[in-house]
């Protein structure tokens, strides 16, 4: 019943990031996945209360069921960031990026749900969680910080 109640209310198709945007552009289709993840979240705030408050209650195969509910998105978000990349990565490197993603992504729609007063925009905390992915990202490659604002800049001009 927790299942069919779950993917009733979480029933979301993944979708891709827009076909009109470059193949390569890693900060749009990281962006396009962050906005699902909060408006998926923002959408179902009350169930996923309900659920978290009374997760010690649930068997693991009952808590198994809230986890399933991001995996299409965690999946995705991880094809994404292999898939931009020519060395293998360690698996728990991305796995560790995409749990603060979507760890920003809980708090901020909380905090939004019950009126907390911020000093920044949902799209803007949306950005800088992405931004701080991919300078994650580049450090790991071995690219510097520096040169990647460069690049960011000349794009803009």
């Known amino acids: 019943l927790l299942r069919a109640v779950v993917e009733r209310f979480f029933a979301r ?22 906005k699902l993840q909060h408006r998926l979240m923002d959408e179902s705030l009350p169930i996923i209360r309900v659920l978290l408050g009374e997760l010690h209650h649930f068997s693991k195969d009952h808590r198994d069921v809230l986890h399933d509910v991001f995996k299409p998105m965690r999946s995705a978000i991880n094809t994404l960031l292999t898939s931009q990349h020519k060395k293998p990565r ?27 007063m911020t000093l920044y ?37």
């Open 13 to 34: 198709r993944i979708e891709p990031p827009p076909a009109h945007e470059p193949p390569g552009d890693l900060r749009t289709a990281l962006l396009h996945y962050a």
């Open 90 to 116: 360690r698996s728990a490197d991305f796995e560790m990026l995409i749990d603060m993603l979507e760890g920003v992504i809980f708090i901020d729609s909380l905090r939004r749900s019950h009126g907390a």
């Open 121 to 157: 925009s949902a799209q803007h905390c949306l950005d800088t969680a992405v931004e701080m992915m991919l300078a994650r990202l580049q450090q790991m490659s071995g690219v510097p910080a520096a040169s990647t604002r460069k690049r960011k800049s000349a794009a803009r001009k």
